[in-house]
Structure formats: structure tokens, C-alpha cells
């Protein structure tokens, strides 16, 4: 059963930095994409970042310049790193598992918080 657990969220300034993880398992997931959303308080689920397994990248227009996805096969892990955060960034981030076209798994997320 594919399993994914999220880490690094927490509280911080605007303008700080954090390391968001996402741990994969009870699969095969090295030629995979894999991605990150985000869900703000009251909003839709949007799309974040995501990697191939080729480690070919795409980003959502809030995310470029800001945020830097990469993945660890070996590990079994994605990564999204969060540079310059904004309070409008806050949001409970999950990552996801893509088969056959669709974002097939999830994690349960793990919550950011800006403050101004």
C-alpha cells in the first residue's frame, strides 16, 4: 500500500526559509512524478510544483523564482524548498504520486504558516 508522509512545515516570518519532505513507501516510484499542492484556509487545492523521473521540473506561477523542487530516488523522497515565504504562501502542503496520468496518491500534508 503506497504511503506518503509529509515533514518540515511550521511557523515563520515572512521572508524565511523552510524544507518541505515527503516520504514515499510500499511502492516503486523512481519513474514517477511526483508532486506538491497546497491548500489555502478556505480555498481550492492548487497545484504547486512537480518532478519526473528524469528530474525534469515544472512550477505553478507563485512558485517560480521562490521555490525549488527535487527528489531523492534512492530515498524514496520529494522535496520542496520554500525561499522567501509570504503570508499568502500559508497552506497545508501535500504531496502526491502520479500514475497513469493522474495524481493517484496522497499524503495527509504538512502545515505552513507565514506570518507578516
Known amino acids: 500500500q503506497v504511503q506518503l508522509i509529509e515533514s518540515g512545515g511550521g511557523l515563520v516570518q515572512a521572508g524565511a526559509s523552510l524544507r518541505l519532505s515527503c516520504a514515499a513507501s510500499?511502492?516503486?516510484?523512481?519513474?514517477?512524478?511526483l508532486g506538491w499542492f497546497r491548500q489555502a484556509p478556505g480555498k481550492e487545492r492548487e497545484f504547486v510544483a512537480a518532478?519526473?523521473?528524469?528530474?525534469?521540473?515544472v512550477y505553478a506561477g507563485p512558485a517560480k523564482g521562490r521555490f525549488t523542487v527535487s527528489r531523492d530516488n534512492a530515498k524514496n523522497a520529494v522535496y520542496l524548498q520554500l525561499n522567501n515565504l509570504k503570508p499568502e504562501d500559508t497552506a497545508l502542503y501535500s504531496c502526491?504520486?502520479?500514475?497513469?496520468?493522474?495524481?493517484?496518491?496522497w499524503g495527509k500534508g504538512t502545515l505552513v504558516t507565514v506570518s507578516a
Open positions: 502526491a504520486v502520479q500514475r497513469l496520468g493522474l495524481w493517484a496518491f
Open positions: 510500499g511502492g516503486t516510484f523512481s519513474t514517477q512524478r
Open positions: 518532478i519526473s523521473g528524469t528530474g525534469d521540473s
